[in-house]
């Protein structure tokens, strides 16, 4: 059994090929049940709809009980990265509200999920008793349980604090065993580039994982010891993968500046920890203005959907933004006629959100269910008053649809935003002044335009 260090906090391993390479789960063999299969596999569609989605980092454990911890920020769409992250089934920890959901309860509960009753829900929290128990049972079995130790969804600039009860159920599931289980514990760090925007990039990034059993033999008897050196393990780990500013406008600044800085091929949440080491190692004369013009290009780029090398790239020609567009037109028409009125109608129900870490959440519940059952609706009554070949016509124009969507989108997307490209470049002044602006921070960071 190897002995790592409890203090320890490595991220994903360079190696000689791609440093930082695609680890997506989906691309294996599904197992578990059929119900897991279809309900991961729709709701996997629908998340990779909202965001463009990369997975990156560390092998995931193939064998033996695993503890996923990730940060969360953003309601159930935050579920999708540890279920991507293995084939393996899964089982996930909610709060116990979320099991008597109409529609939610009944996908949780069909992928065996735990409840936890938490003091500040107004639950009696004793019922944890029998939730610690199937956690037991399940590791015993060489299950691979995910927990958000931040304890509930709440966008933020810096990993919060954590609960102790990830740590308690290894060493209560390690005891159980009578002192022979070795749990592994998977890290996730996940950034979102713009939460509640569509199509904006959201990474995920899998970390180093590291046995517990060592932490627990250090503490010895010492249960509350052995807690504390687990939470600390792991709260080391996350912090590796996600990034941590002191406050909201460190974070806005580091946001910004990812923007503006050259892009590797890195996912978006090591290049804003990047971009933030490096404004907290700019201190020198004239730091105070280059973030001031960080702020506002940042902000310019991001409402614009621009980067740094897309400004500073060669302009596009008409035909080179027309074209894709033109081509993409058919689909494109399609996608309007399946997603349009589901998403208008999601869209519109997530601004009574409850809470902004809930706005995602309402629109891929709203997607989830209104996108079948709407094409379901048409082919039905195109069946009764065109023919059943009209019905089922749509319903294979809606599999196109759902098939060729985000492609289409994106190709569509890119070439508006050369179009953006190019209207900067023709309009009065140009781009010298903004690209003067970029190459200046460039400069100052030391890298190359």
Do not use: C
Not at 32 to 54: A, K, V
Not at 62 to 90: E, Y
Not at 241 to 269: F, H, K, Y
Not at 378 to 395: C, D, I, S, Y
């Amino acid at each position: 059994m190897a002995d790592q260090s409890a203090t320890q906090a490595s991220g994903p391993a360079r190696g000689s090929g791609d440093p930082w390479p695609s680890r997506d789960a989906f691309d294996a063999p599904a197992i578990g049940s059929w119900t897991y299969r279809l309900m991961i596999r729709w709701g996997w569609l629908l998340m990779r709809t909202h965001f463009r989605i990369e997975m990156r980092g560390e092998h995931f454990p193939t064998s033996g009980p695993v503890v996923i911890i990730q940060n969360h920020s953003n309601g159930l769409g935050d579920a999708h990265f540890p279920m991507s992250a293995t084939r393996r089934p899964l089982r996930v920890l909610v709060k116990y509200s979320l099991l008597k959901m109409p529609l939610v309860g009944y996908v949780l509960r069909n992928i065996d999920a735990i409840p936890m009753y938490r003091k500040k829900d107004g639950v009696d929290t004793r019922q944890n008793a029998s939730s610690f128990e199937a956690i037991d049972n399940a590791l015993l079995e060489g299950a691979v349980i995910a927990i958000f130790p931040e304890g509930e969804s709440l966008n933020s600039h810096r990993l919060r604090p954590l609960k102790s009860g990830m740590a308690r159920m290894l060493v209560s599931a390690y005891e159980a065993s009578d002192n022979t289980l070795n749990p592994i514990v998977v890290p996730i760090g996940v950034t979102y580039e713009d939460r509640d925007r569509f199509r904006s990039l959201a990474s995920a990034v899998i970390g180093e994982p590291f046995e517990v059993v060592p932490i627990i033999e250090r503490a010895g008897s010492e249960f509350r010891v052995a807690i504390r050196a687990i939470m600390k393990e792991s709260r080391a780990r996350l912090e590796k993968l996600t990034i941590q500013a002191d406050s909201e406008e460190e974070w806005s600044a580091a946001v910004g500046l990812e923007r503006i800085l050259p892009r590797s091929s890195a996912p978006i949440g090591i290049r804003q920890m990047e971009a933030l080491e490096a404004l907290r190692k700019d201190t020198g004369e004239g730091a105070e203005r280059r973030r001031e013009i960080i702020d506002q290009l940042g902000n310019s780029l991001r409402r614009a959907r621009l980067s740094g090398d897309e400004i500073l790239a060669p302009a596009p020609s008409l035909l080179g933004v027309a074209l894709p567009l033109l081509a993409l037109s058919p689909l494109l028409t399609l996608s309007l006629a399946v997603w349009g009125l589901p998403v208008f109608i999601s869209e519109r129900a997530s601004v009574l959100a409850p809470t902004p870490d809930k706005v995602v959440t309402v629109r891929l519940l709203g997607n989830f269910v209104l996108v079948p059952v709407l094409s379901v609706i048409v082919a039905t009554v195109l069946a009764f008053t065109a023919g059943p070949l009209a019905g089922a016509a749509w319903l294979a124009a809606t599999v196109l649809s759902v098939a060729t969507f985000t492609w289409s989108y994106d190709i569509a997307a890119a070439a508006i935003t050369r179009w953006r490209r190019r209207s900067i470049a023709r309009s009065s002044g140009g781009t010298e002044s903004i690209q003067s602006a970029l190459r200046s921070i460039r400069e100052a960071f030391a890298v190359g335009s």
